[in-house]
């Protein structure tokens, strides 16, 4: 008796797709524990900020990522999905893996803004219009995450979690333009400004260019492994609980086999 | 530098637990891929090796199980 007539075949890695994840993870690795050296033992302190500066090698760099590589890409594929042309459940698992990594980096975001905060403007938080819309934007993809968790065919979720996807994506102009629209706790853009003339130099900015290659190495390798852990769920199925009833039928099936042939 | 250690800290931190979570999501999948496969291999008569791959290529649902090994 065979009980997978209709079971596509399951997802296989091609090797040389487990060794590019697997380079990308390790050079992120050494291109981080570089920063952190340099970052902590290496680059001077500033006139003004002192050793508090050692945190702009980290924290500019975690907000780049999340903004706009995370979000920027789950905003990307979710648009690509909507796009009847380029419509594919592909666009709609790497929104899905990118909207995870970008939440854990936003966390981080706000977690080294808070604490690079207290010591400089005297408060761990403050309803600053750069971190208020940084929180909004957490909230928003947060409950992204929680959306996909409602029970639903594929192709409903991808539908319904790409305009979610957009709707929040509203709010990345919205961060990025903060400071020059409000008068903010914030300062403005030390790389990204308007005039394209980075406002670091010497080895406070290599070292600064090195936490930006680093973490975007780092979101890479996690996007990767994120990307294939949804491939193996929607084979499996797609929840927990689809993964569990896959196993057992499996397993009943073998054992009903057992039983015939005895 | 007591802000700077902690900031540097928990940043790292995060990551690295939540890459870790992802290492362990991933290997936990391909062990229920490996397992479901395995089983399905042997509902139908086929030979399953220890990895859990088939060695009937025809079969459906039956392949070379996921990577990660």
Known sequence: MSTNQHVPAPPVQSRRSLWTTRIIGITALVATAFTVWLG?????????????????????????????????????????????????????????AAVEVGVVFNVCTLISGSIWGKPTWGVWWAWDARLTSTAVLLVLFLGY?????????????????????????????IVH???????????GATVLNANLSPTIHGSMAWTLLLGFIALTLVFVWMLLVRYRIGVLEDWLGTGELDVALRE?????????????AA | MG????????????LFLYGLQLVWRRRRLNRSV???VASD?????????????????????VGRPPGDR
Do not use: C, M
Request: no cysteine.
């Open chain 1, 177 to 187: 333009f903060s400071v020059l629209w409000w008068k903010t706790l914030h300062q």
């Open chain 1, 248 to 260: 057992r039928q499996a397993e009943g099936a073998s054992l009903d086999d057992d039983e015939a």
């Open chain 2, 41 to 61: 291999a042997g509902a139908v008569g086929l030979t399953v090796d220890t990895s859990g791959a088939a060695r009937h290529a025809d079969a459906p649902g």
């Open chain 1, 40 to 96: 902590l033992w290496v680059t001077p302190p500033d006139q003004v900020q002192g050793n508090l500066v050692r945190l702009v090698y980290i924290h500019p760099g975690v907000a780049w990522v999340a903004l706009y590589l995370a979000f920027g890409l789950a905003a990307l594929a979710s648009v690509l999905y909507l796009w009847p042309r380029t419509r594919s459940l592909y666009w709609d698992r790497l929104a899905a």
């Open chain 2, 3 to 14: 802000y700077v250690q902690a900031g540097y800290s928990i940043v790292l931190g995060i």
């Open chain 1, 145 to 173: 995450l929680a959306l996909r968790r409602v029970p639903a065919e594929p192709e409903v979720r991808a539908k319904r979690s790409a305009f979610v996807a957009l709707f929040a994506a509203v709010d990345i102009p």
């Open chain 2, 34 to 36: 490996a397992r479901v």
